[in-house]
Nanobody, 123 residues
Framework: VQLQASGGGLVQPGGSLRLSCAAS????????IGWFRQAPGKEREGVSC????????IYGDSVKGRFTVSRDSAENMVYLQMTSLKPEDTAVYYC?????????????????WGQGTRVTVSS
């Protein structure tokens, strides 16, 4: 079982990025797939989640209205679309899977983790 997050990079404030989470060895549609981020010097925080039972969830007022999460079952991928990016969105973003569970903002619920992709928002 592997997860791989990709799509990070350097973007100017106000820009957009789409992060991808690819899975191998299991079907994402049978798992809660969470997106988390960790900024330098800060604790990891939940950003969003997608599951069969919960649909799409965005955590945190700071990203609501700017981030959306979606799933492509055919491609076995989950995406995090980020728009109107701000410098405070700078972090390493991780996707994680909790097989057969519902979404949770608590990172301890997730069994499998991708390696992280770095997002830097700066002019």
């Amino acid at each position: 079982v592997q997860l791989q997050a990709s799509g990070g990079g350097l973007v100017q404030p106000g820009g957009s990025l789409r992060l991808s989470c690819a899975a191998s060895g299991f079907r994402l549609e049978n798992s809660a797939i969470g997106w988390f981020r960790q900024a330098p010097g800060k604790e990891r925080e939940g950003v969003s989640c997608f599951s069969r039972s919960d649909g799409a969830i965005i955590y945190g007022d700071s990203v609501k209205g700017r981030f959306t999460v979606s799933r492509d079952s055919a491609e076995n991928m989950v995406y995090l679309q980020m728009t109107s990016l701000k410098p405070e969105d700078t972090a390493v973003y991780y996707c994680a899977a909790a097989p057969w569970l519902a979404c949770s903002e608590y990172d301890g619920m997730y069994e499998y983790w991708g390696q992280g992709t770095r997002v830097t928002v700066s002019s």
